[in-house]
């Protein structure tokens, strides 16, 4: 039987106590394809919180905590820091209740992490052109080494 971890604190995320299916850190490694010892790391920088426990103390998974853990391993690639991580996670669990002036608020800092994720996006393009024209010289380079043998 499991049973909720999560108080009001600010930890808590907006799925709430646990529904649905509820998965062991293992499966939810596999599903999401990160080691057990990453979500862990997520875990203690308060990006993931498990949706509950088992009575022996395994933490528990939702469909919820693996869409939370998938977000994280996406902003990784693009060198967000963990606060911004937690950040941008704070703003998307807060958008889904927002109404108002706070909901504006909200969606101005998710464009502001659009842009930012674009430019990153932009960045990673340039260094993988770079690193390509770089392996092809090295491949012409190979080419003509290889040709001069012969």
Excluded: C, N, W
């Excluded at 958008?95 to 108002?100: C, N, R, V």
């Excluded at 909901?103 to 960045?123: I, K, N, Y």
Aim: glycine letters at 10%; proline letters at 3%; charged letters at 25%.
């Amino acid at each position: 039987m499991a049973t909720t971890s999560h108080g009001t604190g600010p930890e808590q995320h907006a799925s709430g106590p646990a529904t649905g299916r509820l998965m062991q850190i293992g499966e939810a490694a596999d599903r999401v394809g990160l080691s057990i010892r990453t979500i862990r790391h997520y875990e203690r920088a308060g990006l993931i919180v498990p949706s509950a426990r088992s009575e022996g103390g395994f933490r528990l998974y939702t469909e919820p905590d693996l869409d939370r853990l998938a977000v994280v391993k996406r902003m990784k690639p693009l060198g967000f820091t963990l606060d911004e991580m937690r950040d941008l996670l704070t703003v998307l669990d807060a958008l889904d209740t927002a109404t108002g002036a706070d909901r504006a608020a909200l969606l101005d800092r998710l464009d502001m992490f659009h842009a930012a994720a674009t430019v990153r996006v932009t960045a990673l393009r340039d260094q993988l052109a770079t690193a390509e024209g770089f392996a092809g010289t090295l491949r012409d380079k190979l080419d003509h080494h290889h040709s001069s043998e012969g």
